[in-house]
């Protein structure tokens, strides 16, 4: 259902998304029930109908919530949804999480689409990224390259804002949903990824969110210290004392020794800031 006008230049975005899918037989979206994947396969479903199909990669490295989502968005576009095992944690690469960790997680998850795809005669896999996040550091995106996975909502030059208001257009109702990347950034780099560490994270970030803490990212640091990412008009719920020793406890409880509280406040990403200061560090004259 049409909710609003649309600008003559989003709507000439839009209706080069459509077109991207027009002059193809058949397509895979890689699903994720985030904003920009349902958009994307919205537009997808819209040109190929039965033709598309969304495909979600359930994981440690998300959550039940999320995968809940994405059943309930897929349902209402009308796309047919697979869910199938990711299969990351059988990269040793992964597991390391080196700065290169998003490359092989993508890799491992893109070959598993293509793979489906070749076996079912689909021409043409697209994935999310849109066109915000050429200005982050971004190693997944080597891989979809790679693999000759499309980016048509970054090709187009569609941005988060104008992707939000897309999908509002269309009636999809995580329209304004808060991005939830994968669980694994929320952990330092070279610090091992475990299914434990996962699913603290998860835990705590849960617990936050339960509390009215959003947006909210819970980082591990040493694998007992975590950093508390909130907004930063919602910081002064922690000048409340029995509301932070609430919290501490909770955490405690979890697994969690050390919990800190990021004055810095919530940073889509921040955890690369480390890769940025050791590159300024490199470059600075001694």
């Not at 700065?99 to 689909?122: G, N, P, S």
């Not at 897309?166 to 610090?191: F, K, M, Q, V």
């Not at 339960?210 to 040493?222: I, Q």
């Amino acid at each position: 259902m049409l909710t609003f006008h649309l600008s003559p230049e989003l709507s000439e975005k839009y209706r080069l998304l459509l077109d991207s899918f027009a002059t193809v037989r058949s397509c895979v979206i890689a699903f994720s029930g985030g904003v920009d994947s349902s958009l994307l396969a919205h537009a997808a479903y819209r040109v190929l109908g039965d033709r598309a199909t969304a495909i979600y990669l359930v994981s440690e490295t998300s959550t039940k919530t999320e995968q809940q989502i994405a059943q309930r968005v897929a349902s209402e576009i009308g796309i047919r949804l697979l869910v199938f095992r990711g299969e990351e944690f059988a990269e040793p690469e992964f597991i390391r999480n080196g700065i290169d960790r998003c490359y092989h997680c993508k890799k491992m998850r893109f070959t598993q689409l293509t793979t489906w795809a070749k076996e079912h005669d689909v021409e043409l896999l697209v994935e999310g990224s849109n066109a915000d996040d050429t200005g982050d550091y971004r190693p997944g995106s080597r891989a979809s390259q790679e693999l000759g996975v499309r980016a048509p909502l970054a090709e187009i030059g569609l941005t988060k804002q104008e992707i939000r208001q897309l999908a509002r257009h269309e009636g999809l109702s995580n329209w304004n949903l808060p991005s939830s990347p994968c669980l694994a950034t929320r952990i330092e780099y070279d610090l091992q990824i475990t299914v434990e560490r996962l699913q603290r994270i998860a835990a705590a970030e849960a617990f936050l969110a339960d509390r009215g803490l959003s947006p909210v990212r819970v980082r591990l640091h040493g694998n007992r210290l975590a950093r508390i990412e909130i907004a930063p008009d919602q910081m002064e719920r922690f000048l409340d004392e029995d509301f932070r020793w609430f919290v501490q406890e909770k955490l405690s409880e979890i697994g969690f020794t050390f919990v800190t509280l990021d004055l810095s406040g919530f940073q889509s990403g921040s955890m690369n800031r480390a890769i940025d200061q050791s590159r300024n560090s490199q470059s600075d004259p001694q």
